[in-house]
């Protein structure tokens, strides 16, 4: 048998499935949680690894394992010293205080300039805009830093005492052109003041190293991984112009296709896939922590929240929730809050509230789906009335909450 183990370390927590080469079985699996929060130690991810690992007891398929790749949550800011230490908290892609910073950016450059040069325009997502921010505000910090790496590169190195990266996860550092597939070391010394070491962008097919013995298995190749959201691409298996909406903490609406999109309105983001080709897509701060949020506030679970939404009105009776609650990266309001309008003495009861809340995911979610279709990416490049939507439900309880959207949303 020839197993095969996948990583995937998200905002919430580490994921270790080991799987069948040949039949696709899944032989064991386990999660460990990240600590909540958009600035933490990376220490965490690497202990949420190792309590993942051994709880799905992977040292038991020995010999048996022939490969193992990661992805991970993208943009997060890992700011190493030359003993390869933090100089700061990880701050994730869900950090909106380096805002300022990717303004004057924009300010500085334009956007057709940054377009131009990496296909995207900077947001408080982005890691360079997280790098500028240290500068900044930390400049003691920012001059001890010798490497910068990412989410997935952290643990790969975790993997195989080797720091390597994929042009998915590049792509979302505003430093790396997804289109000459190199680094743009011009913007760093410009936005940052330094060249800190980067780690390799390997190609789809290549390997970074081998696992280190301390995982208890073959010394099996660690391939390239790829970003959270270019990984589920390559397991849903889409074609050009196919849709993916994923749901979980963040929400994400992307396809896949050939040739890159450029969007100097900075609404699309042209990363690219973990294939060689290209992955234009949006995304919301705001997601499955909205009905998360929303249970909290009603003091229910999210079965009990799923049960208010559907038995309530399908405009939930005129009451709107803007979803905003972390400021937002789609559209771009990294400092926005929350908003609940149109509210009456009648319409104000705990299904319509429940429903609002997942009116207003479903609504940023729709949103995305008209503007990347209003960019000519969906419909099939090949057939034009041929279109697929995948769900990825990463939240407990999203499947009710999606069969939501057959009402009217309340916000179009």
């Known amino acids: 048998m020839s197993i095969v183990i996948g990583v995937d370390s998200s905002t919430q927590s580490c994921k270790v499935l080991a799987v069948d080469v040949e039949t ?5 699996s386990a999660s460990a949680p990240h600590p909540d929060g958009t600035s933490i130690n990376p220490a965490h991810w690497a202990t949420a690894l190792d309590q993942a690992w051994n709880d799905a007891d992977i040292r038991t398929f020995g010999q048996e394992v022939s490969g193992v790749s990661v992805a991970a949550q993208q943009h997060g800011m890992v700011a190493l010293d030359a003993e390869r230490q933090p100089v700061h908290d990880a701050l994730l892609w869900n950090d909106t205080r380096s805002a300022d910073a990717a303004g004057q950016m924009v300010a500085e450059l334009g956007a057709e300039a940054w377009v131009d040069a990496v296909n995207l325009v900077p947001v408080a997502s982005f890691t360079l805009t997280k790098l500028a921010w240290l500068a900044q505000h930390r400049p003691e910090l920012a001059a001890k830093v010798a ?57 789809p097919a290549e390997t970074g190293g081998n696992l280190l013995d301390r995982w208890g298995t073959n010394r099996a190749a660690a391939g ?23 749901v979980g903490t963040s929400g994400t609406v992307f396809t896949s296709v050939v040739e890159p999109v450029r969007d100097p309105s900075g609404t699309v983001a042209g990363f690219a896939d973990a294939t060689g080709q290209h992955l234009p897509l949006l995304a919301m701060i705001n997601c499955a922590r909205v009905m998360t949020a929303t249970a909290a506030m009603l003091n229910v679970d999210l079965p009990e929240l799923d049960r208010l939404a559907l038995a309530a009105a399908p405009d939930a009776g005129g ?35 429940a429903r609002a809340g997942v009116l207003a995911v479903l609504n940023s979610l729709a949103d995305a789906q008209e503007l990347l279709r209003a960019n000519g990416r969906t419909g099939g490049q090949s057939d034009p009335d041929r279109r697929r939507i995948e769900v990825a439900l990463l939240a407990p309880g999203s499947c009710k909450h999606l069969r939501c959207a057959g009402g009217s949303t309340g916000r179009r």
């Open 24 to 28: 696709g079985r899944i032989l064991s």
């Open 147 to 203: 490497r910068v790496v990412l989410p997935h590169d952290y643990l790969n190195h975790r993997l195989t005492g080797e720091y390597f990266t994929d042009r998915s996860d590049a792509s979302g550092t505003a430093y790396y052109s997804p289109i000459t597939g190199e680094y743009r070391k011009d913007l760093l010394e410009q936005f940052f003041g330094a060249v800190p070491e980067l780690p390799p962008v390997l190609g």
């Open 224 to 246: 390239a991984g790829a970003g959270d959201n270019a990984a589920a691409a390559l397991g849903l298996g889409i074609n050009p112009g196919e849709v993916v909406v994923s």
């Open 319 to 353: 009451l709107t929730l803007l979803p905003y609650l972390d400021g937002e990266r789609t559209p771009n309001l990294p400092n926005a809050r929350g908003t609940l309008t149109g509210m009456t003495r009648e319409n104000m009861t705990p299904g319509n509230l």
